[in-house]
């Protein structure tokens, strides 16, 4: 994002403003931003370290946080044009680097988010038939994928970006395009429906289309735990798309209505770069959300932080179901000798509790406890059988 004190046309700025009041707000949002993103990218490593199940939230979540602070280390340079009028000192080649990357990493967001936001639909609408594509494995290579298209969508970038010369024999860092009357407004074009407008109108179908779900669907008992833990993640994702959309949304509108405007004024100057330290506060902005809304990665940074490291709890019972508990199917089979029966269950140790009737099955894992209801069940133990007789199933496919 280059500011606005940039272009031709302006009058002389305010020097306190850009020289003291838009650095300063600049370095403060990139060092607060810095350190957020860092600390979700080491939370993220020293739970893998730990030896603990990587879910398809973190792939998505270390990737953005990755965005994040590549976006932000271009900030100095920012803070840096804004101290000497626009002026660039830091040769070409970093020029076009910094200019790629920073709009490399506005689209690459966007993408990121709406990756996200389809990861949700699937594990809202279809949470047991998308456990076999929703795996870290294919968000890995979704995630590949949205880097490699990211860039080749910057080529125009990575073609254009240089050094113009100034009147008072500077230099200053922009794109130069080969029709600039014309192309300036293409490229804002492309720019603002590649990295704002497509995304925005995908997400927003999306997140309709899974309220709609959860208004009109009637979740079974077993599954319930699994349709809270769903929920809790899909609030956390609607959080980080809606802060991405209002902070970026008064950048883009700007950058549209100056393709009208020869002279910009005073008044445009400072929304335009209010504007654009909102863009980047964005960055800053994902790592509280993180903390604020995700109970599990507050335990997750808190274990990272130790200085022991402690073996990952509930490691192996965490579905790449975004962190949501895996459905549990009761199956009780008969001994052919011995009672009480054998259960087989998936991720859980099933504990069946006798009496004269079976009224209830316990579900017990690593950390907890829970009780699912089994009514209308009223089955008397048979006596034993014979190793030659065929075992009786029942209550078989209880949450399918």
Not at 131 to 141: D, E, G, I, S, W
Not at 301 to 319: G, M, Y
């Amino acid at each position: 994002c280059l500011p606005i004190s940039n272009l031709a046309g302006l009058a002389e700025k305010p020097a306190p403003y850009t020289n003291v009041i838009m650095p300063s707000l600049f370095g403060i949002i990139c060092f607060l931003g810095i350190v957020g993103n860092l600390i979700v990218i080491y939370t993220i490593v020293k739970k893998k370290k730990l030896k603990c199940k990587q879910t398809v939230p973190d792939i998505f979540i270390f990737n953005l946080s990755i965005v994040d602070l590549l976006f932000l280390l271009g900030m100095p340079f920012l803070i840096h044009q804004l101290l000497g009028n626009g002026s660039w000192y830091f040769g070409a080649p970093l020029c076009t680097i910094i200019t790629a990357l920073d709009t490399n990493s506005q689209i690459t967001s966007t993408n990121i988010l709406t990756v996200m936001t389809l990861d949700r639909y699937l594990a809202t609408v279809y949470p047991l038939k998308s456990t076999y594509v929703r795996t870290p494995c294919v968000a890995a290579l979704v995630i590949c994928l949205v880097w490699l298209l990211s860039f080749l969508t910057i080529i125009p970038v990575w073609m254009y970006a240089g050094l113009m010369p100034l009147e008072d024999g500077t230099v200053r860092c922009a794109l130069l395009l080969p029709n600039p009357e014309t192309d300036i407004y293409w490229f804002t074009l492309y720019q603002f429906m590649l990295a704002f407008a497509v995304p925005l109108i995908v997400i927003c179908v999306v997140y309709f289309k899974i309220l709609q779900h959860m208004a009109t669907t009637v979740v079974p008992l077993p599954q319930r735990s699994l349709r809270v833990r769903t929920k809790k993640v899909t609030r956390m994702a609607v959080a980080i798309c809606s802060a991405f959309f209002i902070c970026w949304a008064p950048f883009y509108i700007l950058q549209l209505v100056h393709l009208g405007i020869d002279t910009p004024s005073m008044a445009f100057f400072y929304a335009y770069n209010f504007a654009i330290s909102l863009g980047y506060a964005n960055s800053c902005l994902n790592p509280f959300l993180y903390i604020a809304l995700s109970e599990t990665f507050k335990r997750q940074f808190l274990v990272a932080i130790r200085p022991a490291k402690e073996p990952c709890r509930n490691s192996s019972s965490v579905n790449n179901n975004s962190m949501t508990e895996a459905s549990v199917c009761l199956k009780l089979d008969f001994s052919p000798h011995s009672l009480p029966v054998t259960p087989a269950v998936h991720e859980g140790t099933l504990k069946l509790l006798q009496g004269k009737d079976f009224r209830f099955v316990s579900v017990q894992r690593s950390s907890y406890f829970r009780q699912f209801s089994v009514k209308h069940v009223n089955y008397k133990l048979p006596p034993p059988r014979s190793a030659a007789q065929v075992p009786l199933s029942f209550i078989a496919g209880l949450c399918s």
